[in-house]
């Protein structure tokens, strides 16, 4: 299968400063990929959809201009969370489709970045 | 609109014991189904896939069937291992709109004592 790879892993920073998250297709050209929010209880939250070469797509509730998010190419994605305080800590999980398998609808996930923001 | 419905957990099983987690959903269409696994600390890993009525995806002894009349894609495993104890996600995919991302049920948490 299709490989995502997330970085970093886990980060910890100062409440007031920024964090990019990269998310990486490694096998495969991904025109789409999708970031999610993970809050303690399990539930996956979509925050934003990410299109190469164009403007992200944010779900209701999302702030943008706290979450940035580029798909500057086909294999590379980022978030930044802006000026961070500590109820942004969370996991954070991106995915992606390889085109290959856009009939079944499968995504791909990276490892998840636990951001921890003191 | 579309959406995932998954059984309330924690479940809590011995090794050996059989498991199911119940899953169902709501889709105009025909969307594919699917069933992910996320062991502590790490990303979402597909565990199975059915994209069609009747299909039975399978995987690591994990079973699911998909069944249209019941809108359900129910999970089971004849015999759990303490090495199964993850949070496991039902999912689907948009029929309609093949671009967007997954829908999740909120996934069910379990864990399996020696």
């Known amino acids: 299968g299709a490989v995502v790879s997330q970085h970093p892993s886990w980060v910890i920073c100062k409440s007031g400063t920024s964090v990019k998250i990269e998310c990486r297709s490694l096998d495969f050209q991904a025109t789409t990929m999708f970031w999610y929010r993970q809050f303690p209880k399990q539930s996956l939250m979509l925050m934003a959809t990410?299109?190469?070469?164009?403007?992200?797509?944010?779900e209701q509730g999302v702030e943008k201009d706290k979450f940035l998010i580029n798909h500057a190419s086909l294999t590379l994605s980022t978030l930044t969370v802006t000026s961070a305080h500590p109820e942004d800590s969370s996991f954070y999980i991106c995915s992606a489709r390889d085109q290959g398998y856009t009939n079944t609808g499968e995504l791909f996930f990276g490892e998840g970045s636990r951001l921890t923001v003191l | 609109g579309n959406s995932v419905t998954q059984m309330e957990g924690p479940v809590t099983l011995s090794e050996e014991a059989f498991l199911t987690i119940n899953c169902t959903y709501t889709?105009?269409?025909?969307?594919?189904l699917f069933w992910y696994v996320q062991y502590p600390g790490e990303g979402l890993q597909l565990l199975l896939k059915?994209?069609?009525?009747?299909d039975k995806g399978s995987n690591k002894g994990f079973e699911a069937t998909y069944r249209k009349e019941t809108t359900s894609f129910h999970l089971e495993k004849g015999s759990v291992q303490v090495s199964d104890s993850a949070v496991y996600f039902c999912a689907l995919s948009d029929p309609i709109q093949a671009g967007t991302a997954l829908i999740f049920g909120k996934g069910t948490t379990l864990s399996v004592s020696s």
């Open positions: 889709a105009t269409g025909y969307p594919s």
């Open positions: 059915a994209t069609k009525a009747d």
């Open positions: 990410s299109n190469e070469g164009s403007k992200a797509t944010y």
